[in-house]
């Protein structure tokens, strides 16, 4: 497990970023429980591409936002880690375990994990981005997730959720330019469905990672997605 906060500016709802067309690799993140599951290859050069190129089934998890220490982010962590070690045999409850999270131990191995597709939404003017979301929050179609005020001529553009879901990353309150992926939203699908579309010869583009620093002016067409 290759463990990350979001980049720079930005902060992830707690999930496991994997390569779900490697078998081996689906099976590993059933081992972590009610954590959300998103499809990513990953790229040349990432800890988890080379790891299960040799055959160590290996996946990132990303939580929280960066300089920050954020217990609640911190305790689910904890909690997916030791449900996958009970599912992997490499700990054992003992009749007086005590609980290190908010959940048993004896519970921690039970819960499914949550399989979502995503996508990301993006600002279409330049200016103070106000976000009117929290993390992990539930949204419906066309509501608004935020808007970006000009604070030259004072205008505000919203930005609207174009489907239901859930919002599982997002820009801190910035300054942003037009194009800058400011939210994003998972929808619910199963384990099934998410396989067969990761593997489809024209899946739709996975979730790409986190860049290093915030972007500089770019076009809407180029890439799909940050982490």
Same mark, same amino acid.
């Given at each position: 497990?290759?463990?990350?906060?979001?980049?720079?500016?930005?902060?992830?709802?707690?999930? +496991? /970023? *994997?390569?779900?067309?490697?078998?081996?690799?689906? =099976?590993? #993140?059933? !081992?972590?429980?009610a954590t959300v599951v998103l499809h990513s290859p990953g790229n040349k050069g990432m800890l988890r591409v080379a790891s299960t190129a040799v055959g160590i089934p290996a996946v990132t998890f990303e939580a929280g936002a960066p300089t920050r220490l954020e217990p609640a982010e911190i305790a689910q962590a904890v909690a997916a880690i030791?449900?996958?070690?009970?599912?992997?045999?490499?700990?054992?409850?003992?009749?007086?375990?005590i609980e290190i999270t908010a959940t048993p131990l004896l519970e921690l191995a039970e819960p499914p994990p949550i399989f979502l597709d995503s996508?990301? +939404? /993006? *600002?279409?003017?330049?200016?103070?981005?106000?976000? =009117?979301? #929290?993390? !992990?929050?539930?949204?419906?179609?066309?509501?608004?997730?935020?808007?970006?005020?000009?604070?030259?001529?004072?205008?505000?553009?919203?930005i609207l959720s174009p489907v239901p879901g859930r919002v599982i990353g997002m820009a801190q309150n910035q300054a942003v330019l037009p194009g800058y992926a400011a939210?994003?939203?998972?929808?619910?699908?199963?384990?099934?469905?998410?396989?067969?579309?990761?593997?489809?010869?024209?899946?739709?583009?996975?979730?790409?990672?986190?860049?290093?620093?915030?972007?500089?002016?770019?076009?809407v067409e180029e890439g799909e997605d940050f982490e």
């Amino acid at each position: 497990m290759d463990f990350h906060t979001g980049s720079f500016d930005r902060s992830n709802l707690p999930q +496991v /970023r *994997a390569d779900l067309t490697n078998p081996d690799v689906l =099976e590993f #993140t059933r !081992g972590f429980g009610a954590t959300v599951v998103l499809h990513s290859p990953g790229n040349k050069g990432m800890l988890r591409v080379a790891s299960t190129a040799v055959g160590i089934p290996a996946v990132t998890f990303e939580a929280g936002a960066p300089t920050r220490l954020e217990p609640a982010e911190i305790a689910q962590a904890v909690a997916a880690i030791d449900r996958l070690m009970l599912k992997l045999g490499m700990r054992v409850v003992e009749p007086d375990a005590i609980e290190i999270t908010a959940t048993p131990l004896l519970e921690l191995a039970e819960p499914p994990p949550i399989f979502l597709d995503s996508r990301w +939404v /993006r *600002a279409n003017s330049g200016g103070l981005l106000i976000s =009117e979301v #929290t993390l !992990g929050q539930r949204v419906t179609a066309g509501q608004r997730l935020g808007r970006v005020i000009d604070p030259v001529s004072n205008v505000e553009r919203y930005i609207l959720s174009p489907v239901p879901g859930r919002v599982i990353g997002m820009a801190q309150n910035q300054a942003v330019l037009p194009g800058y992926a400011a939210f994003h939203l998972g929808t619910e699908t199963s384990e099934q469905q998410a396989v067969q579309e990761a593997a489809a010869p024209h899946a739709p583009e996975p979730v790409e990672e986190d860049p290093e620093d915030r972007p500089e002016a770019m076009d809407v067409e180029e890439g799909e997605d940050f982490e």
